[in-house]
C-alpha cells in the first residue's frame, strides 16, 4: 500500500494580493496559521485558488519557503508544479521538492492538451524526476482533458504516482477509478460539494475551496466520513451546501477571495484577467455569508 498523504481536509490556499496586485506575504503568513490552528488537515500551496498560473517563479518560492516555515512540520505541504510543459513541471517540481513540499500536485496539460498516452508519458517522467510523491488533478471543465479510469490504473503502477485530486464531476467514473486502483490510487474530492458521495465510495477526503473561509467545518466533515458517520457527514454537506456553491457562482478564486475580504483578512482581489464580482453578485454572497452567521 502507498503513502498516504494526508486524511481529512485540505485548503487550496488563496493568494491574497495588495491593491497594485503584489503579493502580500504578511496576510498570507497569516492564513497559514488560521489554517492550522483551525483544524486543516494539509495545506495546498499554488493550486488554481492560490493563482499559480499568475505568478512569478520566485512569488511561487516565496509562498512556498514561507508556508514550510510556519507550517513547521504541523502538516503536510502540497505544492501546485502542473504546467502544459512537462520540462517546466519537473523544474518547478524539483525546486518544491528543495523547498521543503511534502508532495506536489500536477494538474493534467491545458490548451496543447494530450493523449492518453501523452498523460502517462507526462506524469511518469514527473514523477521519475523527484522523490516526493504526486498527486494527479484532473479538472477538465479547465484545462479539456480528462484522466480516464483505465489511464488511472496505469498511472497508479507508478510507485511515486500515490494520489489525485479528482473534479470532473463524474462519480460513476470516479467509483470505476476507486475500484480499478484500489489501495495504489488515492482519491480527494476536488468539489467541496461532492465530498460526501466520493468519501462514501473510498475518497480520503477533499482538496477545499470552502476550507478557505470554514476550516474547522470542512475538517468536522470530513472526519466523520473518515469515521463512518454517514449521518453526520450528510447532514454537514447539505449544511453547508450553498455556501460551497456561493462560492463559484463566479469564477473560482473570485468569489473566495471577496469572501476573504468580507471577513477581514484583506486578500485583495485577483490578477487579471479575473475581475471583481458584479455589485449583485456580490450582495448575494454576502447574504449567504449572513445565514451562515459569518457577517
Same mark, same amino acid.
Given at each position: 500500500m502507498k503513502k498516504v498523504i494526508f486524511e481529512g481536509a485540505a485548503?487550496?490556499?488563496?493568494?491574497?494580493?495588495?491593491?497594485?496586485?503584489?503579493?502580500?506575504?504578511?496576510?498570507?503568513?497569516k492564513l497559514v496559521d488560521f489554517q492550522i490552528e483551525n483544524g486543516t488537515d494539509a495545506l495546498v500551496v499554488m493550486g488554481t485558488t492560490g493563482?499559480?498560473?499568475?505568478?512569478?517563479n520566485e512569488e511561487r518560492e516565496r509562498l512556498v519557503d514561507i508556508t514550510?516555515?510556519?507550517?513547521?512540520?504541523?502538516? /503536510?505541504? $502540497? #505544492?501546485? !508544479?502542473?504546467?502544459?510543459?512537462?520540462?517546466? =513541471?519537473?523544474?518547478?517540481?524539483k525546486?518544491?521538492?528543495e523547498l521543503g513540499a511534502d508532495a506536489v500536485l500536477c494538474v493534467t496539460p491545458y490548451y496543447n492538451k494530450t493523449s492518453q498516452d501523452g498523460l502517462v508519458q507526462h506524469y511518469n517522467m514527473i514523477a521519475d524526476s523527484i522523490d516526493i510523491p504526486?498527486?494527479?488533478?484532473?479538472?477538465?471543465?479547465?484545462?479539456?482533458?480528462?484522466?480516464?479510469?483505465?489511464?488511472?490504473?496505469?498511472?497508479?503502477?507508478? /510507485?511515486? $504516482? #500515490?494520489? !489525485?485530486?479528482?473534479?470532473?464531476?463524474?462519480? =460513476?467514473?470516479?467509483?470505476?477509478?476507486i475500484s480499478l486502483c484500489g489501495d495504489d490510487l488515492t482519491v480527494y474530492s476536488g468539489n467541496d460539494d461532492q465530498t460526501v458521495p466520493l468519501m462514501s465510495l473510498g475518497a480520503k477526503g477533499v482538496i477545499s475551496v470552502f476550507s478557505n473561509i470554514m476550516p474547522r467545518e470542512c475538517h468536522a466533515l470530513t472526519q466523520a466520513m473518515l469515521n463512518s458517520d454517514i449521518?453526520?457527514?450528510?447532514?454537514?454537506?447539505?449544511k453547508y451546501l450553498e455556501l460551497m456553491n456561493a462560492l463559484f457562482m463566479d469564477v473560482n478564486?473570485?468569489?473566495?477571495?471577496?469572501?476573504?475580504?468580507?471577513?477581514?483578512?484583506?486578500?485583495?482581489?485577483?490578477?487579471?484577467?479575473?475581475?471583481?464580482?458584479?455589485?449583485?453578485?456580490?450582495?448575494?454572497?454576502?447574504?449567504?455569508?449572513?445565514?451562515?452567521?459569518?457577517?
Amino acid at each position: 500500500m502507498k503513502k498516504v498523504i494526508f486524511e481529512g481536509a485540505a485548503v487550496a490556499l488563496v493568494t491574497p494580493l495588495y491593491e497594485d496586485g503584489s503579493v502580500n506575504y504578511d496576510v498570507y503568513e497569516k492564513l497559514v496559521d488560521f489554517q492550522i490552528e483551525n483544524g486543516t488537515d494539509a495545506l495546498v500551496v499554488m493550486g488554481t485558488t492560490g493563482e499559480s498560473v499568475c505568478m512569478h517563479n520566485e512569488e511561487r518560492e516565496r509562498l512556498v519557503d514561507i508556508t514550510v516555515q510556519r507550517a513547521k512540520g504541523r502538516v /503536510p505541504i $502540497i #505544492v501546485g !508544479t502542473g504546467s502544459n510543459d512537462t520540462n517546466y =513541471s519537473i523544474m518547478r517540481s524539483k525546486k518544491a521538492e528543495e523547498l521543503g513540499a511534502d508532495a506536489v500536485l500536477c494538474v493534467t496539460p491545458y490548451y496543447n492538451k494530450t493523449s492518453q498516452d501523452g498523460l502517462v508519458q507526462h506524469y511518469n517522467m514527473i514523477a521519475d524526476s523527484i522523490d516526493i510523491p504526486v498527486i494527479l488533478y484532473n479538472v477538465p471543465s479547465r484545462t479539456g482533458v480528462n484522466i480516464k479510469p483505465d489511464t488511472y490504473y496505469r498511472l497508479s503502477k507508478h /510507485p511515486n $504516482i #500515490v494520489a !489525485t485530486k479528482e473534479a470532473n464531476g463524474d462519480i =460513476s467514473s470516479v467509483a470505476k477509478t476507486i475500484s480499478l486502483c484500489g489501495d495504489d490510487l488515492t482519491v480527494y474530492s476536488g468539489n467541496d460539494d461532492q465530498t460526501v458521495p466520493l468519501m462514501s465510495l473510498g475518497a480520503k477526503g477533499v482538496i477545499s475551496v470552502f476550507s478557505n473561509i470554514m476550516p474547522r467545518e470542512c475538517h468536522a466533515l470530513t472526519q466523520a466520513m473518515l469515521n463512518s458517520d454517514i449521518r453526520e457527514g450528510s447532514r454537514l454537506q447539505l449544511k453547508y451546501l450553498e455556501l460551497m456553491n456561493a462560492l463559484f457562482m463566479d469564477v473560482n478564486p473570485i468569489p473566495v477571495k471577496a469572501a476573504m475580504n468580507l471577513l477581514g483578512y484583506n486578500c485583495g482581489n485577483c490578477r487579471m484577467p479575473l475581475v471583481p464580482m458584479a455589485d449583485g453578485e456580490l450582495e448575494k454572497l454576502k447574504s449567504c455569508m449572513k445565514k451562515y452567521g459569518l457577517l
